[in-house]
């Protein structure tokens, strides 16, 4: 039973870019949330995503955006890189908005360097 | 302004001690908990939740408490072994904002031989 899986695992940008993330969810999940982990702290949210809709934000700029495709797997973008966003970026999944409180379930995030 | 990285909190036991880690949570409405372990180089990954209405929960060798008076949240580790050695992040959920999670800034726990 395949877990959440991120990718790609290392991506080297610099300032002014764009970048795209890509995260599948486990098996048997339909939410997809979205965090940034500086080194050194703890993950911060940035959205979340459930039938391919935004359904809770963070305090993130709108140069994060993201995107959820039917299969539930979702892409985070970030356009005009700022050294500020590197970053460890990990993706959760977890069921269903309306199921009581479950766990999410994380995958091992891309680490993004901006020069 | 240049960014900092915090130093985390460190908690050091000898192999076969145990370790109690503590979290002090901020909101009074959040309604879920949750620890996550996080080693290097890897993604948090769940060991044990507990819901507001209860105050305790035992899983495999940890046990979680939970204290609503002074919003403060422990795990507790039984027989630390090596492999226990990791980050520890308690993560906090209000009710209604679905499945927004808010992290601590993590203990980061040390098991010596």
């Known amino acids: 039973d395949a877990g959440v899986t991120q990718s790609p695992t290392h991506l080297i940008k610099t300032r002014g870019q764009q970048v795209t993330l890509r995260c599948s969810p486990k098996s048997g999940h339909d939410t997809v949330s979205w965090y940034q982990q500086a080194l050194g702290q703890g993950p911060q949210f940035i959205f979340q995503y459930y039938e391919e809709e935004e359904r809770q934000r963070g305090n993130f700029p709108d140069r994060f955006s993201g995107h959820q495709f039917p299969n539930y797997s979702s892409e985070l973008n970030v356009n005009a890189l700022l050294l500020g966003d590197s970053a460890l970026y990990l993706c959760?999944?977890?069921?269903?908005?309306?199921?009581?409180?479950?766990?999410?379930?994380f995958g091992d995030g891309t680490r993004l360097s901006i020069l | 302004g240049e960014s900092v990285g915090l130093h985390l909190p460190t908690l050091s036991v000898q192999e076969g001690d145990n370790s109690i880690i503590n979290c002090a949570y901020s909101n009074s409405a959040s309604d879920y908990f949750i620890w996550y372990k996080q080693e290097s180089g890897k993604g948090p990954q769940f060991i044990i939740d507990i819901r507001s209405n209860m105050d305790k929960r035992q899983g495999q060798r940890v046990t979680v408490l939970l204290n609503k008076t002074v919003k403060h949240l422990s795990l507790q580790i039984a027989a630390t072994q090596p492999g226990d050695s990791a980050v520890y992040f308690c993560?906090?959920?209000?009710?209604?904002?679905?499945?927004?999670?808010?992290f601590g800034s993590g203990t980061q726990l040390t098991v010596l031989p």
């Open positions: 959760a999944s977890s069921s269903g908005l309306g199921v009581s409180n479950q766990p999410q379930h």
């Open positions: 993560a906090e959920k209000t009710s209604g904002s679905a499945r927004q999670l808010t």
